[in-house]
């Protein structure tokens, strides 16, 4: 049996943007849930910020 690198790294390669190509809908999908959980809160963006994390 030969083996042949090129054609390994061509099937490597499309591998590759395969999943690049799968990565950025979950991502922009995930930001998306995050966004709309974000707005479910209360809580106004400047309230959390001029909030102090620890106890003083």
Same mark, same amino acid.
């Given at each position: 049996? %030969?083996?042949?690198?090129? +054609? !390994? !790294?061509? #099937?490597?390669?499309?591998?590759?943007?395969?999943f690049? +190509?799968?990565a950025?809908? %979950? =991502? *922009?999908?995930?930001? @998306? *849930? @995050? %966004? @709309?959980?974000? +707005? /479910?809160? /209360?809580?106004? +963006? *400047? /309230? =959390?910020? #001029?909030?102090? *994390? @620890?106890? #003083?």
């Open positions: 049996m %030969v083996d042949d690198p090129k +054609a !390994r !790294r061509t #099937r490597w390669l499309q591998m590759l943007k395969f690049g +190509a799968l950025l809908p %979950v =991502l *922009i999908l995930g930001s @998306a *849930i @995050a %966004v @709309a959980e974000w +707005a /479910e809160n /209360e809580t106004s +963006a *400047i /309230e =959390l910020a #001029r909030k102090p *994390i @620890a106890p #003083r």
